[in-house]
T-cell receptor, first 113, second 115 residues
Framework: GENVEQHPSTLSVQEGDSAVIKCTYS??????FPWYKQELGKRPQLIID?????GEKKDQRIAVTLNKTAKHFSLHITETQPEDSAVYFC????????????FGTGTRLTIIP | GAGVSQTPSNKVTEKGKYVELRCDPI?????LYWYRQSLGQGPEFLIY????????DSGLPNDRFFAVRPEGSVSTLKIQRTERGDSAVYLC?????????????FGPGTRLTVL
């Protein structure tokens, strides 16, 4: 089955600096890669996703890159703000359409004011 | 519109008891997923439904866990003879049909504590 590894487990950055979180996956058939943000005691919320036919996607301060050959994908947050502090999870899924997600173990991001 | 809802938000039970956790998906979403999240971990897949049928139940840890979705909307996760190791947040998610079936929207979860 799919295995998703995520690094680092914790990350602290100064407000205004950039943060990068990296994930690798094992199943070459995976083709959908979402990123979720989870604040303490709250539900996971999708912040950005990427499909295998795209190498990079950007949404304001957030971007995701995908390297299918190396089987890794990364989340980039620029101009970080205190409200970016949360736990971030990457995930991977096979097939387009309804299918289970396999999650990484999460990265606790702390933005230092 | 309304998001995914789950009840109860918290459930405390004693070892050996039976519990039911409920999920109301986003209206019209055909797929419904159950995940379990232990402290400090990512969600782990349990089961997913396409309509009324379980399309993949490979994540259910043992036969004490069972889930139903009789009318293709609301789903109930049932846990028999609860054990302390079942303590976790149980998350439900749903996804739609048509152009964007990939995105899964999560509910707030049910925090289950087995004493």
């Amino acid at each position: 089955g799919e295995n998703v590894e995520q690094h680092p487990s914790t990350l602290s950055v100064q407000e205004g600096d950039s943060a990068v979180i990296k994930c690798t996956y094992s199943d070459s058939a995976s083709n959908y890669f979402p990123w979720y943000k989870q604040e303490l005691g709250k539900r996971p919320q999708l912040i950005i996703d990427i499909r295998s036919n795209v190498g990079e996607k950007k949404d304001q301060r957030i971007a995701v890159t995908l390297n299918k050959t190396a089987k890794h994908f990364s989340l980039h947050i620029t101009e970080t703000q205190p409200e970016d502090s949360a736990v971030y999870f990457c995930a991977a899924k096979r097939n387009f359409g309804n299918e289970k997600l396999t999650f990484g173990t999460g990265t606790r991001l702390t933005i230092i004011p | 519109g309304a998001g995914v809802s789950q009840t109860p938000s918290n459930k405390v039970t004693e070892k050996g008891k039976y519990v039911e956790l409920r999920c109301d998906p986003i209206s019209g979403h055909t797929a419904l997923y159950w995940y379990r999240q232990s402290l400090g971990q990512g969600p782990e897949f349990l089961i997913y439904f396409q309509g009324t049928g379980a399309a993949d139940d490979s994540g259910l840890p043992n036969d004490r866990f069972f889930a139903v979705r009789p009318e293709g909307s609301v789903s109930t996760l049932k846990i028999q003879r609860t054990e302390r190791g079942d303590s976790a947040v149980y998350l439900c998610a749903s996804s739609g049909s048509g152009a964007n079936t990939d995105t899964q929207y999560f509910g707030p979860g049910t925090r289950l504590t087995v004493l």
